[in-house]
């Protein structure tokens, strides 16, 4: 177990014998894509589990993304969050839309509504905001302001699913969220992704634009592209379905082994609970404070030394890639750029040994001024 690579995730995967008795049926069908009877039965599990009444799925959460930006006829500036994923911005970007970098809180790293407000002029059409780590967004914030300017509000929800406020699910909030079924995700369908969203009517417009912007054996409508999930992906959406309760029950096990070594040490910021926010324990995120005594790379370091393998999910803020430069200033949003200099996520999923987290600890406590 010492010398054991430790990956900063890994992969959820139902035994294989139910997964195999899952797609036996597609060996009779020979039906392996465009809407098949798998795809059906998981939309409808997904709807069940995530209490909602419109959802669309997806090759994975990116087209997810981009498909709904573009579904909604949107154009103009979207006031979004330099602390994410490259597919967030990239998604703005790529359907020819501006995207506007407003700063995040100190509490969750999730955008903050009073500095999306002073940034919102006639060209914003939609604030986009991502729900980091699990930790959800301010909901009832966006929601007053885009009801006040009339904006759209998208969640990228990637880190999101599964988590619920007040019982709640995370897929209920704003006009849409996009969640990620990647594998390296709390919920994974290999590659995946999907939509929620308030207004009915878009639910063909999104089953179109997925499928070439065909709307009849003979109509093509819109200049729609392809990101239909096929069937062996969604097999996999419905077995691991069944074993999501699970798997956050025992990532929260792991999560608080990490809290128990780690909380209130000085020089560490770690993400606060939120009030009424049932979490799904996504990733585990620790800021090294200048106090702390070694760098973020110095810890990075000392676990990489090791064999562990953690990631500095998110460095560097979006605004400071290669493809931006030039077009955004990192200083524009400086609880952001502070978070994303100093932060680790340490390895974190369901059958983590509980005896490997003490060991990353030790590790990680080591290297700060107290040890
Ligand atoms: N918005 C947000 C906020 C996101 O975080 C993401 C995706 C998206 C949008 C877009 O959703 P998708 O279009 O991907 O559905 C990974 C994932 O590729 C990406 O999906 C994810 N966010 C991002 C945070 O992480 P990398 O480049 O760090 O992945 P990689 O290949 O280095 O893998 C990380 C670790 O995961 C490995 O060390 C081991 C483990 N792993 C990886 C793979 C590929 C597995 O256990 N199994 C696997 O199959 O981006």
């Known amino acids: 177990m010492e010398n054991e690579t430790i990956l900063v995730t890994r992969s959820s995967m139902p035994d294989l014998d139910e997964y195999v008795q899952e797609i036996a049926c597609l060996w009779d069908t020979h039906w392996l894509t465009n809407m098949g009877e798998k795809h059906v039965q998981f939309e409808a599990d997904l709807k069940k589990y995530l209490q909602v009444e419109n959802l669309a799925l997806f090759t994975n959460g990116h087209n997810a993304l981009e498909c709904v ?8 500036k979207v006031i979004t969050t330099p602390y994410t994923f490259a597919s967030t911005t990239h998604a703005v970007v790529r359907k020819g839309l501006t995207p506007v970098f407003a700063d995040v809180k100190p509490e969750d790293y999730t955008l903050n509504p009073a500095s999306v407000e002073r940034l919102i002029d006639e060209d914003t059409c939609a604030i986009l905001p ?20 009339n904006l759209k509000v998208i969640y990228d929800a990637a880190h999101a699913f599964g988590v619920s406020r ?3 699910s995370s897929a209920s909030f704003g006009d849409a969220s996009m969640f990620s079924f990647h594998a390296t995700k709390v919920f994974n369908t ?8 308030a207004d009915p009517a878009l639910k063909d417009v999104l089953n179109q634009w997925k499928n070439f912007g065909i709307t009849g054996t003979e109509s093509v409508e819109y200049v729609g592209g392809n990101a239909k999930m096929n069937e062996l992906c969604a097999a996999m959406g419905i077995c691991n379905l069944r074993h999501l309760d699970a798997e956050i029950a025992k990532r929260k096990v792991v999560y608080e082994r990490y809290m128990s070594h780690l909380q209130g040490v000085p020089g560490i910021t770690l993400p ?10 996504s990733y585990y995120p620790v800021v090294f404070e200048d106090d702390f005594g070694a760098t973020r790379d110095d810890v990075y370091a000392a676990l990489m030394a090791l064999d562990i393998h953690p990631r500095k999910y998110f460095y560097p803020l979006v605004s400071e890639y ?9 200083a524009d949003t400086p609880v952001a750029k502070h978070v994303a200099d100093r932060v680790l996520t340490l390895p974190l999923y369901a059958d983590l040994a509980l005896e490997q987290v003490d060991r990353i600890c030790s590790v990680v406590l080591g290297c700060g001024k107290e040890a």
Request: hydrophobic share 35%.
């Open 69 to 76: 930006i573009e579904a909604m006829g949107l154009s103009g």
């Open 130 to 149: 991502v729900h980091v780590y699990g930790n959800l967004c301010d909901v009832d914030a966006f929601e007053a302001l885009g009801r006040k300017y």
């Open 166 to 168: 007040h019982g709640v």
């Open 190 to 197: 290999v590659e995946g992704g999907a939509v929620c969203f």
């Open 272 to 281: 606060a609970a939120q009030p009424g926010v049932q979490s799904n324990y």
């Open 322 to 330: 290669e493809c931006y430069q030039g077009r955004f200033n990192p």
